[in-house]
């Protein structure tokens, strides 16, 4: 999942056979953990389901929903890399890995001070969603766009031309979309289960990223 995984499988040995069984209770703590590796909206959506009425999905679901959606990617972590190694040999692969996460815990932090929804993590980059709650105020497209445009740029702001070394600067550069959009959970084989996100605002959002250029965020 994400937060950090991969887009929300969830194993069998954290919550039954993935045919709709009952979560045993000594497996909340793991569901906890993985918690924090998943989506916000995949924890939401089991969150919002009574302890005693709490199953594993039994069938996949579809849902739309209005959201923006952004791509924030990370230059210059190569040349950290190379960097690290040359001064400091093996020991540079390890940190390479403080940085890379003391990074990445700083974007995540930001996007968070905008209630944006980290989906998935893709080689050096970021998807990231921004969307309404049931519970909560129902903004426009517009607004929703102006959202995930001030988030972004605190990010520029914030995070562009990071110096994590001397000689090596860490940049960003940004697309964001906004639309109609459909969420997925999908799988159910071995009790593992795959969420992503897809719709036309993603294609909006990878055209508007290869526009832009290092610190730049395109919409």
């Known amino acids: 999942g994400e937060g950090g995984g991969d887009g929300g499988a969830a194993d069998s ?3 039954g056979d993935g045919g709709g069984g009952v979560i045993e209770p000594h497996a909340l703590e793991k569901v906890l953990v993985l918690a924090s590796y998943s989506p916000a909206e995949v924890v939401h959506r089991f ?4 302890p005693a009425e709490l199953r594993m999905l039994a069938e996949p679901e579809k849902h739309d929903f ?4 952004g791509f924030v990617d990370v230059s210059g972590f190569t ?3 190379e960097k690290l190694a040359s001064e400091h040999g093996r020991a540079g692969a390890e940190m390479l890995n403080v940085y890379v996460n003391a990074y990445f815990a700083k974007l995540i932090d930001g996007i968070n001070r905008y209630a ?12 990231v969603i921004w969307r309404n709650r049931p519970d909560g105020t129902q903004d426009s497209p517009a607004t929703l766009m102006l959202r995930s445009a001030a988030c972004c740029l605190y990010l520029l702001k914030n995070l562009n031309g990071f110096k994590p070394a001397e000689g090596v600067s860490l940049t960003l550069h940004m697309g964001v979309g906004v639309g109609m959009m459909s969420e997925f959970y999908v799988g159910g084989c071995a009790g593992k289960w795959e969420y992503f996100v897809a719709g036309e605002p993603i294609e909006q959002m990878s055209d508007a990223a290869e526009e832009a250029t290092s610190g730049e965020l395109v919409i």
């Open 13 to 15: 040995e954290y919550g």
């Open 47 to 50: 969150a919002s389901i009574p």
């Open 66 to 69: 209005v959201a923006a959606v």
């Open 79 to 81: 040349k950290l890399s």
């Open 116 to 127: 944006g929804d980290v989906i998935k993590f893709a080689g050096d980059a970021l998807q």
